[in-house]
């Protein structure tokens, strides 16, 4: 499992009973977790100090209740600030577990740069899509890289465009756009667009501007097909995150290898992604990772 264990403002403290325990910054929540079917003493002092409880409702969805909780505050994962704000199904605006996928992505666009093979005429492009918040968008760019960010949802864009400012990259080269990734795809393939990296973190279900359906397990596969032509010739990653229960890491790398692998060679990593419980010393499990890595970058 890839493990995100390298935050100082975040940290699952404890978990059971459908429900994860976490510390925000200086705020605790607790949110529901279908992986958490266990139930196991209570004994945390957290626990009795909540500042936010999302409650489950059995008709679906849920609502929060506050306990002295800011409408918005901030926290840093390295030299990156991101601003929460608590709202619908229980999010807060940030996935910290993929965080692990962050930092593999900026260790290949660093030593990408490093190599001299790019620069101000031939900057290394990332393509983000389903980017929601900007957690990869803005690591990204932290890189060095020149970033396109894709999302249909205007609000979450704006949110991303926020974290880029308070992350001090308010002047980066990042392209913000308010789109479906799907449509946004085809135009850049007969743009004739390329890009050296690709991220994707597509939702298990959606609808698009027309009515259309997404169901990933019925799309992704074609989606990652279609992606592939954005690939540049000396293209270094495509890494693609699923939530979904069925997609798991297997069929992930099942899925880049038969698409990407056998036809450009590289090396293909799928498994799942995590978070540390810093009370118990589990891993909390938060879906899987797909990644392609050309060979020059396959240790990075």
């Known amino acids: 499992m890839w493990t995100a264990g390298d935050w100082k403002d975040y940290e699952v403290i404890d978990a059971s009973g459908g429900e994860k325990l976490e510390r925000w910054g200086s705020y605790i929540l607790l949110r529901p977790d279908p992986q958490v079917i266990w139930n196991t003493p209570k004994e945390h002092p957290s626990w009795k100090k909540l500042n936010g409880h999302y409650h489950r409702s059995a008709k679906g969805g849920g609502e929060w209740e506050f306990f002295d909780l800011p409408d918005e505050w901030q926290i840093s994962y390295r030299n990156l600030k991101f601003n929460l704000k608590p709202f619908s199904f229980k999010h807060t605006g940030l996935f910290p577990e993929q965080a692990v996928n962050w930092d593999w992505c900026s260790n290949i666009i660093k030593k990408a740069l490093k190599s001299g093979s790019y620069g101000p005429e031939r900057p290394f492009k990332v393509l983000n899509l389903f980017a929601y918040t900007g957690g990869a968008t803005v690591s990204a760019a932290a890189a060095g890289a020149h970033v396109v960010h894709v999302d249909a949802s205007k609000g979450m864009v704006g949110w991303a465009r926020e974290n880029a400012v308070s992350s001090g990259l308010s002047d980066a080269p990042i392209r913000w756009l308010v789109d479906d990734c799907v449509k946004f795809v085809e135009r850049e393939i007969r743009r004739g667009n390329k890009y050296d990296g ?52 297997s069929v992930l790398s099942y899925m880049l290898g038969s698409l990407i692998e056998k036809r450009r060679g590289g090396f293909v990593h799928a498994d799942e992604i995590g978070l540390p419980v810093s009370s118990n010393g589990l891993t909390l499990p938060c879906g899987a990772s797909g990644r392609w890595v050309s060979s020059d970058f396959n240790n990075a």
């Open 198 to 249: 690709i991220i994707m973190d597509p939702p298990s279900y959606g609808r698009g501007p027309k009515g259309e359906i997404w169901k990933i397990e019925d799309s992704v596969y074609p989606f990652i097909r279609t992606c592939t032509e954005l690939l540049s010739d000396d293209a270094a990653f495509l890494l693609i995150n699923s939530y979904t229960t069925g997609l798991q890491a």
